[in-house]
Structures are given as C-alpha cells and as structure tokens.
C-alpha cells in the first residue's frame, strides 16, 4: 500500500504548491494518476510552477471541466464529438497505459493464471463463481485453483477504467454486450464497490480469493498479481510494455475526429487487448486564459520531457507525429 500512500501524498503536495499567479488545477480520470503526479513533481521542480490534480474517476472530471470549476479535466472515456461541440470542448490524448485483471489466490504469482474475454465476462456477469469453475481450469490445466467463491471487485465512481473494461468485455461476450454493456458507470450483476484505481487496488490486496481490474502501474506498484490474457487472435499475452505498445500501434488519431478513439481488443498476435489512452479536456474559450495558457505549457512539457517518466512506470508516450496533431489543435482550437 505504500505506492498508494505516495501518490496521495504527491497529490496533497501537488495541491499545497499550486497557488502561483496562474493557477493549474485538474480533476479527474485515477488511471493516469501515478504519471500526473511523477510529471507535477518534477515540472515543479524545473519551473517553479505547481499543478493541483484530484484524481477523482474520469465521470467527476467530466462534470468539473463541464461546470468550469477546474483548469482542465482527464477522462479515459473520450467525449464523442457531438458533445465536444455542445459543451464547447477540446479533447486530446495525453498519454496511453493498459488495464489489467488483479487477483488475490494463494500460490498465484503475476501472470501465472490467464483469462480469456469471455471467461472475464462471466466471472463479472456472475455465471462464474467459484475459482475452480471448468471455464478457469481449462484456459490454466497446470494450476491448482481453490474451490473458494471469487470475491469480485469493480468500481463504485464514475470511471472511465470502467468504460475501457466494460467496452472490451462487450466485444468479446455478446451476454455481455446485451445484458450489461459498456459505459464510465454500469448495473453491476455482481461485486463489492471500490472508488478510483486506489480503491479497488486496496481491495483486491486485502480480500483473498478477489478479482479486479486496475491500471498496470497501480498492478506493478502495488504488487498485485495480475494475469494474462487471450487476446483477439487467440494468442496468451502478458501485460507488458511491448504488448501495449503493439495495440496502441494500431491507433489512427489523424482520422479520428475529437481524437475519439478506442483501443481495447486491437488486432495483432502480440497486443494486450485492454489498452487504453486517457484524454485531457479543456475549454475552447477558457475562464482563465492565464492558467489555461500555464497548463498547455505543462503538457508541451509533459510530452517534450516526460516520456522517459511515463515509461518507468509502464506507461506508452503518445508518438511524435500525434504530439504535432494535438499542438495544432492547441494553436487552432484553444482561445488564450
């Protein structure tokens, strides 16, 4: 829990250390988190400027850019380009990761046990209920799985975790797709509540015999025991940088209008199936045009400078040829 003691910890110093002339303040997605608060910290450094982010659930950001409490807000599920329109938006990725499955089974280490979509789906449908079900021992023969019931663990926020999960578990499970769907917030059929990447991480680290879902670097950090997965050729892949990297291949962000865009379940032997990117949203015509200019100076930064950052901790820069789309829609879309 210590990783989670200090990203909390960055954030609250993160938000003492923000009341500068113009002042940075973001709300938002728990996924890019770990890498907001590595960025802040050293921006702070280098410019003397701090930056205030909650890391909220990306539903709480939506609505706080929305109501312009705050300079920015992040969110994992993009916004649709008809809503950019009406709420007067702009949108970009900032930065892409992966979500993982998290398990809490004594004498499992990290990847050993391995899912497919579908089986995923039926243990969140609640079809699945128990760790030695047929489903999870044929996809593992060689693991002694226990016969205790699976404690699932799925978020209680507004998420767009959830939204990315979700919209994966719809591709491959058509049960899934009809009775559940994809969304930032769904009817759970089953499972106990957690709010944000922190919570549900604590949960699963706490609750033997559980399943969850978080972002890899929470996973990573954490030391939760992740597992692998069959990805949309059929192929076991291991959640690895490699791995996010081959789906986030795939994406074309220069035809995708709004940079909407959705990466779960991406072609190619070697693709995690659950990456994702996670967007920054901000106003075209801002409040504050001092603190909306200060914080498009930070994310200029954040892709000139952080990229070393966000892959220690297993996070995908966005590319070079993307970075010049988003600065032209900055000059472009952005009133400063």
Same mark, same amino acid.
């Given at each position: 829990?210590?990783?989670?003691?200090? +990203?909390?910890?960055?954030?609250?110093?993160?938000?003492?250390?923000?009341?500068?002339?113009?002042?940075?303040?973001?709300?938002?997605?728990?996924?890019?988190?770990?890498?907001?608060?590595? *960025?802040?910290?050293?921006?702070?450094?280098?410019?003397?400027? !701090?930056?205030?982010?909650?890391?909220?659930?990306?539903?709480?950001?939506?609505?706080?850019?929305?109501?312009?409490?705050?300079?920015?807000?992040?969110?994992?599920?993009?916004?649709?380009?008809?809503?950019?329109?009406?709420?007067?938006?702009?949108? *970009?990725?900032?930065?892409?990761?992966?979500?993982?499955?998290?398990?809490?089974?004594?004498?499992?280490? %990290?990847?050993?046990?391995?899912?497919?979509?579908?089986?995923?789906?039926?243990? @969140? +449908?609640?079809?699945?209920?128990?760790?030695?079900?047929?489903?999870?021992? =044929?996809?593992?023969?060689?693991?002694?799985? %226990?016969?205790?019931?699976?404690?699932?663990?799925?978020?209680?926020? !507004?998420?767009?975790?959830?939204?990315?999960?979700?919209?994966?578990?719809?591709?491959?499970?058509?049960?899934? =797709?009809?009775?559940?769907?994809?969304?930032?917030?769904?009817?759970?059929?089953?499972?106990?509540?957690?709010?944000?990447?922190?919570?549900?991480? !604590?949960?699963?680290?706490?609750?033997?015999?559980?399943?969850?879902?978080?972002?890899?670097?929470?996973?990573?950090?954490? =030391?939760?025991? @992740?597992?692998?997965?069959?990805?949309?050729?059929?192929? %076991?892949?291991?959640?690895?940088?490699?791995?996010?990297?081959?789906?986030?291949?795939?994406?074309?962000?220069?035809?995708?209008?709004?940079? @909407?865009?959705?990466?779960?379940?991406?072609?190619?032997?070697?693709?995690?199936?659950?990456?994702?990117?996670?967007? +920054?949203?901000?106003?075209?015509?801002?409040?504050?045009?001092?603190?909306?200019?200060?914080?498009?100076?930070?994310?200029?930064?954040?892709?000139?400078? !952080?990229? =070393?950052?966000?892959?220690?901790?297993?996070?995908?820069?966005?590319?070079?040829?993307?970075?010049?789309? +988003?600065?032209?829609? *900055?000059?472009?879309?952005?009133?400063?």
């Amino acid at each position: 829990m210590n990783f989670i003691k200090a +990203i909390v910890a960055a954030g609250m110093v993160a938000a003492s250390t923000s009341a500068f002339a113009a002042d940075i303040t973001g709300a938002g997605a728990t996924f890019p988190f770990p890498v907001y608060s590595k *960025w802040a910290d050293t921006y702070k450094k280098e410019t003397g400027n !701090g930056l205030n982010y909650q890391s909220i659930g990306s539903g709480a950001g939506i609505k706080q850019i929305i109501a312009k409490t705050v300079t920015f807000g992040a969110t994992d599920a993009p916004l649709k380009p008809e809503q950019l329109d009406k709420e007067g938006l702009v949108q *970009w990725p900032m930065v892409m990761g992966a979500i993982v499955p998290v398990v809490n089974l004594e004498g499992i280490k %990290p990847g050993e046990l391995v899912f497919d979509g579908e089986t995923l789906a039926n243990i @969140y +449908i609640g079809k699945i209920t128990k760790w030695d079900d047929p489903a999870i021992a =044929k996809l593992n023969p060689k693991l002694k799985l %226990p016969s205790d019931a699976i404690t699932v663990v799925r978020r209680s926020d !507004g998420s767009g975790t959830t939204f990315n999960f979700t919209d994966y578990l719809s591709k491959v499970s058509a049960d899934w =797709k009809t009775k559940v769907g994809s969304g930032t917030a769904v009817e759970w059929p089953v499972g106990v509540g957690a709010k944000g990447n922190e919570g549900v991480a !604590g949960n699963v680290s706490q609750t033997k015999n559980s399943i969850g879902y978080v972002e890899y670097a929470y996973a990573k950090q954490n =030391k939760l025991t @992740y597992t692998g997965l069959i990805n949309s050729t059929g192929k %076991p892949v291991q959640p690895t940088i490699a791995a996010f990297q081959a789906a986030a291949a795939n994406a074309d962000w220069a035809k995708a209008p709004g940079y @909407y865009l959705i990466l779960t379940n991406q072609p190619g032997e070697t693709s995690w199936p659950i990456t994702a990117a996670t967007f +920054i949203l901000m106003h075209k015509e801002p409040v504050d045009k001092a603190a909306s200019a200060e914080a498009i100076k930070f994310f200029k930064w954040a892709f000139e400078k !952080g990229g =070393k950052a966000a892959e220690e901790l297993d996070y995908i820069p966005m590319p070079e040829p993307v970075v010049k789309l +988003i600065e032209k829609t *900055w000059s472009s879309d952005i009133k400063s």
